[in-house]
């Protein structure tokens, strides 16, 4: 008889009733079946929920909760309809997941209209905060996906985005290639290449924690200072470093909202 192992809630606002989340961890842990399982959820939701509600979560066998972050920069969160995200929830909820012993993933979105690189360099600035002092946080950036009707699709053809005109162009929908005509060039390549040194500065600091070996943390730690250079005087070109990361496969860039799993080594390809 096959065993049941995990079980991903396909619910991006899972703990929007608490008392709700909070029954159904209990009854996970009452029923005595042992399971790993996962959600989505918004930060300003989490933070709704006590420590000990959390704890729960993770007692009932909770490992992972991704979260749409998207930004750290308050004007790029309200253009996002977003005021809701507030940057203290984001803080909030590492620690209380960290506590519980479950692992989060912030999604992040690059290329949103409106957003500078100081927008960019704001975000780097507060996850990297966040990441330094709880290692239970990865994150997951992506391009942003302008699927057509959003609130905000008259702007994005006044920018010059075209949207499908006939069902056959609707089926053609590639959200894995986007074409922003704002997002292009060398605006995107400096965003991609500021992005991936965010992330392998990030999982250099995982591993140098996780080494058994002092030795190997030394020489991980080491390898983080010139990424620390780069990111702090933003010099982002001659990417040596992302090079040796890709030809040996262990720069992840993405990662799954429902389980943290990397989903591979890029970002969506920008036409």
């Not at 990441?131 to 950036?141: D, E, G, K, T």
């Not at 605006?187 to 996780?210: D, G, P, T, V």
């Amino acid at each position: 008889m096959d065993t049941l192992e995990e079980i991903s809630f396909l619910d991006s606002n899972f703990p929007v009733d608490v008392k709700r989340a909070v029954a159904i961890a209990k009854g996970i842990i009452e029923s005595k079946v042992t399971f790993r399982w996962t959600f989505q959820a918004s930060t300003d939701l989490l933070c709704r929920m006590s420590d000990e509600e959390v704890s729960l979560l993770g007692r009932s066998g909770a490992y992972h909760m991704g979260f749409g972050t998207e930004s750290a920069a308050e004007e790029i969160l309200a253009l996002m309809n977003k005021p809701h995200q507030k940057i203290q929830d984001m803080h909030e909820t590492a620690r209380k997941c960290k506590q519980a012993n479950i692992k989060v993933t912030f999604n992040l979105i690059l290329g949103y209209p409106g957003e500078t690189e100081a927008h960019r360099l704001k975000t780097l600035q507060v996850m990297g905060e966040i990441a330094r002092r709880y290692p239970n946080v990865s994150f997951s950036p992506n391009v942003f996906t302008p699927y057509p009707g959003i609130p905000v699709w008259n702007q994005l053809k006044q920018l010059g985005l075209n949207g499908p005109r006939s069902l056959e162009e609707w089926a053609d929908i590639s959200l894995g290639n986007n074409l922003l005509p704002w997002f292009q060039g060398e605006e995107y390549r400096r965003a991609k290449r500021m992005m991936s040194y965010f992330i392998l500065n990030h999982q250099l600091r995982k591993m140098a924690r996780k080494s058994a070996s002092r030795i190997r943390s030394r020489l991980t730690g080491a390898l983080v200072k010139p990424l620390d250079w780069r990111l702090k005087h933003k010099f982002f070109g001659y990417p040596l470093e992302l090079w040796l990361a890709r030809t040996g496969n262990w720069l992840s860039l993405r990662r799954s909202l429902l389980t943290g799993q990397s989903l591979g080594g890029d970002l969506q390809k920008v036409r």
